[in-house]
């Protein structure tokens, strides 16, 4: 299956998913008066989606391999803010560990993405 648009990329489904995660989470309890975290966990989690959508845009292999290296980053800063919601008590243990797994789920995949990206470059 030839994928023509960014909104088939299971990737983006999944980045897609954790931005309304994330958003669903900052507008609880105190969450919304750290500013500075708040701004920071939502801005990642939109990057993740963002990096995807301008690497496929690029229509090339090594272009999009290198945004993907930015949207699996952005992934890992969703999860190190979400400790800091965490140790702040913004964020319940379960909703942490929710949306710490969805941020997870996206680097795989953007991972196996970007590994058969490479494996295409190869051949």
Same mark, same amino acid.
């Given at each position: 299956?030839?994928?023509?648009?960014?909104?088939?990329?299971?990737?983006?489904?999944?980045?897609?998913?954790?931005?309304?995660?994330?958003?669903?989470?900052?507008?609880?309890?105190n969450f919304p008066k750290d500013y500075?975290?708040?701004?920071?966990?939502?801005?990642?989690?939109?990057?993740v989606m963002n990096n995807i959508v301008?690497?496929?845009?690029?229509?090339?292999?090594?272009?999009?391999?290198?945004?993907?290296?930015?949207?699996?980053?952005?992934?890992?800063?969703?999860?190190?803010?979400?400790?800091?919601?965490?140790?702040?008590?913004?964020?319940?243990?379960?909703?942490?560990?929710? +949306?710490?797994?969805?941020?997870?789920?996206?680097?795989?995949?953007?991972?196996?993405?970007?590994?058969?990206?490479?494996?295409?470059?190869? +051949?």
């Amino acid at each position: 299956m030839k994928i023509e648009r960014f909104e088939d990329l299971e990737c983006w489904q999944e980045a897609r998913n954790l931005c309304k995660m994330v958003y669903s989470n900052v507008g609880k309890g105190n969450f919304p008066k750290d500013y500075r975290l708040r701004d920071q966990i939502t801005g990642a989690s939109i990057s993740v989606m963002n990096n995807i959508v301008e690497g496929f845009a690029s229509q090339s292999n090594p272009e999009f391999i290198r945004f993907l290296s930015y949207a699996r980053r952005s992934s890992s800063e969703v999860q190190t803010c979400l400790y800091v919601a965490l140790d702040q008590k913004y964020i319940e243990e379960n909703q942490f560990t929710v +949306v710490y797994k969805q941020a997870g789920k996206c680097r795989m995949m953007i991972d196996g993405l970007r590994r058969y990206l490479v494996k295409q470059k190869a +051949v």
